[in-house]
């Protein structure tokens, strides 16, 4: 948001009101002793030639003695209503910028009009007043999105708790039951247990979710090394789609950051990439370092991502298809945390995708 320059704006505002205070001043002066001049001119050319005598007569004379003290009187009169004017201009202008600020946490959409002399003020009252505005409703948005997370997770934690709990009853009450069948319960019972604590640290998630706690821990470390280990201890999870994990990285990549939350990008991006990939298809993962620059490229076969989805794709709590449940969707959170660990770093990530492919690209600064 670009701010006001509070300083600034009073430093200019005076000066614009002391140069027009000022340039009146001098014109009057000037308007006012060209004034006298020929009033005093047209009295020796008329009244003394042609009525050197009589009432007119005597009152030029008493002007003419006392020109000096009368310019000086009338000079003091006007002045004074000049001083009046202009700082009645001013106490209006302060007025008007007092009202105007007012009005930037109004919810109406009008504009902010303010006096000529004050254009420039207004222009940036009305940024501030538009990103305001667009703040709330991105605040608003953001808010519903996460109160129907909250819906989609309480919904989908019925599913793994009430299989839980009909196959414990199956145990309890089945005292014919095989032992086959009993450790096939068993695992269905467990696997929908993690599935549940997955459910629940998703909710333990966005209950402490706030982007201001953000803070680096800036560490000198090896970047291939960490993505060599990285990928490989995504294997367990790339087999049930078949899918294939293969990085193409440099030898030896050092990058100083702080190396625990550049795992969580990492970790996010990768986890995105099984989530949205066609089965049986390669997750491609790539790391260059060029002019004091560390490019990194994640890439997978998916359905595209339409543009006016890619647009929000980084905001809080977004989810790509509101439709899908949690356990193949997320939380909506970890672009959004990427994205900021990644500006921390003075870096930026893009997203893109066409013709069924999916890709997120991330710029660090690596200066030598």
């Known amino acids: 948001m670009k701010k006001i320059d509070i300083t ?69 009169i006007v002045f004074l209503l ?14 008007k910028m007092t009202k105007a600020i007012d009005d930037l946490f109004e919810n109406d959409t009008d504009l902010i009009q303010l006096p000529n002399g004050l254009k420039d003020v207004e222009e940036r009252l009305n940024q501030i007043k538009y990103n305001i505005m667009r703040n709330q409703q991105l605040a608003k948005e953001a808010e519903q999105r996460k109160n129907d997370l909250v819906v989609y997770l309480a919904h989908d ?3 793994p708790l009430t299989s839980i709990i009909g196959y414990l ?6 005292g014919q039951i095989s032992q086959e069948l009993r450790e096939k319960y068993l695992s269905i019972s467990l696997e929908k247990s993690e599935r549940l604590e997955a459910l629940i640290n ?3 998630e966005i209950t402490r979710f706030n982007l201001k706690d953000l803070t680096l ?4 470390f090896n970047l291939t090394r960490m993505l060599e280990q ?25 990058l100083r950051g702080d190396v625990k939350k550049l795992e969580r990008v990492f970790d996010n991006l990768i986890r995105n990439a099984i989530s949205y990939s066609y089965q049986n298809t390669e997750i491609l993962i790539t790391a260059i370092s060029r002019d004091q ?50 500006e921390l770093h003075g870096g930026r990530i893009t997203a893109s995708s066409e013709n069924e492919m999916i890709a997120f690209e991330i710029f660090i600064p690596n200066p030598s």
């Open 157 to 159: 934690l019925k599913t």
């Open 82 to 95: 000049i001083t009046l004017y202009f700082w009645n201009k001013t106490i209006g202008y302060v007025d």
């Open 293 to 342: 620059e560390v490019i990194l490229k994640f890439c997978n076969q998916g359905d595209t991502i339409p543009e006016h989805k890619l647009n929000h794709i980084f905001e809080q709590f977004y989810r790509l298809d509101a439709a899908r449940t949690t356990e193949n969707g997320g939380s909506g959170l970890g672009l959004a945390i990427a994205k900021e660990i990644i």
């Open 169 to 174: 009853t199956l145990l309890r009450d089945e």
């Open 230 to 254: 990285i990928t490989y201890e995504f294997q367990p999870l790339l087999k049930p789609k078949g899918l294939n994990c293969s990085l193409k990285a440099e030898k030896d990549i050092f």
């Open 202 to 204: 998703e909710f333990f």
């Open 217 to 220: 821990e800036p560490a000198k």
């Open 8 to 76: 600034g704006v009073k430093t200019k505002l005076t000066l614009r009101l002391l140069a027009q205070f000022f340039s009146t001043v001098v014109l009057f002066t000037i308007g006012l002793a060209l004034l006298f001049f020929i009033g005093i001119y047209v009295g020796h050319r008329v009244i003394v030639w042609y009525y050197p005598w009589g009432f007119w007569y005597r009152l030029f004379k008493f002007a003419d003695s006392f020109r000096l003290y009368l310019f000086l009187l009338v000079w003091g």
